[in-house]
């Protein structure tokens, strides 16, 4: 098993997901953070299935919101206690509840759905990020020209930015701002 550590040398998930790739990897990467483990399996190098602990990606939450099989087609499906989901859509197909290449649909749903929640923060991480690097948070002395300002709300850099800010912003970002859709200031 290999592990690998979070280093001084920092690399990113697109380029680990691409050297896991053209290496054909099989097996599984675990990303672990404060709150949770999560798993990515592979099979030659491609993903095949992402788990959340929290249970709110599983086949038959994915099948019945997405409309592609009734509840009661999945309570007759579980019957047989400790079924994979595999197995659970196998039977699904088996008892006509749906047809297989629609499966396919709906469990590639499902992987879009477990990476995109793997990877992008829930709205309660965003908002205590949001709140930690805040514009308002940020000290005067760390504004101004040839410095980073920050503001997370569409135009509120205006109402957060003095007169002068404001001019340095418009004469800089000026027409990226106008082909964004912002009025002129």
């Known amino acids: 098993m290999e592990r690998v550590d979070e280093s001084g040398e920092r690399s990113s998930m697109p380029r680990m997901f691409a050297a896991l790739y053209k290496r054909g990897f099989t097996g599984r990467l675990e990303i672990t953070d404060a709150a949770e483990k999560s798993t990515i ?93 805040a514009f308002a948070a940020v000290p005067q002395a760390e504004r101004g020209e040839g410095k980073e300002i920050r503001s997370a709300s569409p135009g509120g850099w205006r109402d957060n930015l003095s007169p002068a800010e404001q001019r340095l912003m418009q004469a800089v970002m000026g027409d990226e701002l106008a082909a964004l859709g912002y009025p002129p200031a």
């Open 41 to 133: 399996f592979f099979r030659k190098g491609r993903v095949v299935k992402a788990h959340k602990p929290d249970g709110l990606d599983a086949l038959e939450l994915v099948l019945t919101q997405e409309r592609i099989v009734s509840p009661r087609a999945i309570e007759e499906a579980k019957r047989l206690p400790n079924q994979s989901e595999e197995e659970i859509a196998a039977t699904l197909i088996r008892l006509g509840a749906t047809k297989k290449e629609v499966m396919q649909v709906g469990m590639a749903h499902q992987i879009r759905r477990q990476l995109l929640r793997l990877f992008y923060a829930d709205k309660v991480r965003m908002d205590a990020v949001a709140a930690e690097h």
